[in-house]
């Protein structure tokens, strides 16, 4: 009855258009009315709580870092960087978008900024090139939601928090099936546009890649800083994401020079206000999460699921099949923040490696940002190209393909991420 309790109140609470925040808080009450223990205390603790951690201060300064890097020129200077290098090839600005991707996803870890940044600058590019738009729309889409799987992501972050589990190691293990992801992409593209008549980018001397490389040096060492000091214990994640913020503010500041003290204001003001979205979510979520536990429900939802328990990959395809249908639905951190303390229970009773299944859960829930009805990122791309949705949707489903086929390839072959992160450890 608790599951029925839990279920009823958070979806009826969001199908009447109450923000996620105060739908997980009004899940948390019902439950507490029902348990017979309603405190007003409780709900006041559990979200003081929720956002009492130090390892959730890398949020705000990552989430800084990335406003900065697109209003310094860091995000414009590594498309560039892309153009001299892939942009010649057939099908050049595909490959150039998704490069770019994989570039700025280790800067950020922000899907919908990535997206927004890739489009303004090559949507352009390859409408005049001859492209089909939608499906360019739908490429860079699919290209951007790399950026919470590859580190630093902000949804690591997260979830690790709400799950218990160590975001170095997390950050580590998402570095192969990141890269995965944009080979994938790689492949689909080729697939689709190799009967499309478009025109080809000259290709550039290596006199002019050198330039382009040059002129973007400052902004591909920001991910080698990050990574090599996390790797090799110099900071911690959350103050590599002071040094993420602090190093895009130098270089937006005094080396590109394009990032003015007059834009300051409105690129903290905007970092605020994402910051203040997500740790309210944050701390929200935990009300009901101390509820869910209180309440047994994963003991119950185990016992449903107890005749897989002994089958660990058949468990975990029921539960990416469950969390790709919630996916749809709900937003990046709502889902982590609503699901996390119902499956971690069950995950680690099977004996899954949680570093593993983070993984596999994020990827999971980054693609479906980019799955109708809500697909945050669809909206972002379908906005800045200024292409129908309908449309938008059309032209991402053989990339979203693309990802659900490496999805479901890490769930078979768990080795793809155990083993790179063993090493990387």
């Known amino acids: 009855m608790t599951i029925v309790v839990f279920l009823v109140s958070l979806l009826g609470a969001m199908a009447i258009g109450t923000p996620i925040a105060f739908a997980l808080m009004f899940c948390g009450v019902a439950l507490m009315t029902y348990m017979g223990i309603f405190n007003t205390q409780i709900v006041a603790q559990n979200m003081i709580e929720g956002a009492n951690s130090f390892i959730l201060l890398a949020i705000p300064f990552f989430i800084l870092a990335g406003e900065l890097m ?3 020129g860091l995000s414009k200077r590594i498309i560039d960087f892309a153009i001299a290098m892939v942009g010649h090839r057939r099908g050049g600005l595909g490959v150039v978008a998704i ?3 994989l570039i700025m996803a280790s800067l950020s870890g922000s899907a919908a900024a990535d997206t927004a940044a890739l489009a303004a600058i090559l949507i352009p590019m390859m409408r005049t090139a001859g492209y089909d738009v939608p499906r360019s729309a739908g490429l860079i889409a699919a290209g951007g939601i790399i950026a919470p799987v590859i580190p630093p992501s902000v949804a690591f ?7 218990n589990v160590s975001i170095t190691q997390l950050f580590l293990a998402g570095i192969v099936p990141g890269i995965l992801m944009g080979v994938a992409l790689l492949i689909a593209w080729q697939i689709v546009v190799r009967r499309d008549k478009v025109a080809v980018l000259p290709k550039q001397s290596w006199a002019e890649r ?5 002129r973007a040096g400052w902004a591909l060492l920001m991910p080698v800083i990050i990574m090599g000091g996390i790797r090799f214990g110099i900071f911690t994640p959350t103050e590599a994401g002071v040094v993420a913020a602090v190093y895009a503010l130098f270089v937006g500041l005094f080396v590109y020079r394009e990032l003015k003290f007059s834009q300051l204001y409105g690129v903290f003001l905007r970092a605020a206000k994402t910051t203040a979205v997500v740790l309210f979510l944050v701390a929200s979520a935990l009300v009901s999460a101390w509820l869910i536990t209180s309440a047994n429900i994963p003991a119950e939802i185990s016992g449903v699921l107890r005749p897989l328990m002994d089958h660990p990959t058949l468990l ?5 099949v469950l969390v790709f249908v919630v996916g749809t639905a709900l937003d990046l951190t709502p ?5 996390t303390p119902v499956l971690m229970p069950i995950v680690r009773q099977a004996g899954i490696d949680p570093v593993y299944f983070g993984v596999l859960f994020i990827m999971n829930n980054c693609i479906g940002l980019i799955t109708p009805p809500v697909g945050v990122v669809l909206n972002v791309v379908s906005g800045v190209a200024r292409v129908p949705m309908g449309k938008v949707i059309i032209g991402v489903l053989p990339f979203l393909l693309a990802h659900t086929i490496v999805m479901f390839l890490l769930v078979f072959f768990p080795q793809i991420v155990t083993v790179p992160l063993a090493w990387l450890r």
């Open 99 to 101: 490069v770019a991707a």
């Open 335 to 339: 889902t982590i923040l609503i699901m």
């Open 316 to 320: 975990l395809i029921v539960i990416m």
């Open 157 to 163: 972050i997260v979830f690790g928090v709400a799950a």
């Open 210 to 214: 050198g330039r382009a490389t040059a």
């Open 70 to 72: 697109n209003a310094g």
